[in-house]
């Protein structure tokens, strides 16, 4: 290793930083490769979640606008019974985690959504599919199925 005066950085110090920069660069020109339609129905499959595991049931029932937002056709109208429709279980899970994204065609997606249950030590993990459709500028679940 060479120094040179003090005062000033090593060489080998020099090319460290210029490494970790060169580094930084490319790390952050790494190219997203999931489809425009996939980025953006998984973001509002994300949001509609977010918002549903987060909401009381009972204050879900006084916001009607924001299923207008979020689902699309028959779904609006069959979400009744002891089984909720979009975790297909009898009790919500903890916590979940949107998965992987099958483009169908430019107006249609099949998204994954990992759904989790924690009770102490052990964790549950099913998965659902939802169906999105894209209807005019935005995009919103159509079905929910398991696979």
Known sequence: MWSVVSGQWSITRAIEITFCVLLSQLACSIPNLESQQCSEARDSVKEFYSWYLGTDPEQRTKQPEVFKKYLFGSLLTNASGETDPFFNSATPP???KIGKCEMVDTTHTNIQVQLYWREGP?????????????????????????R
């Open 94 to 96: 903890t916590t979940f």
């Open 122 to 146: 052990k964790t549950d993990q099913k998965e659902v599919y939802a169906d999105t459709v894209k209807n005019g500028d935005r995009w919103q679940i159509e079905k929910i199925e398991n």
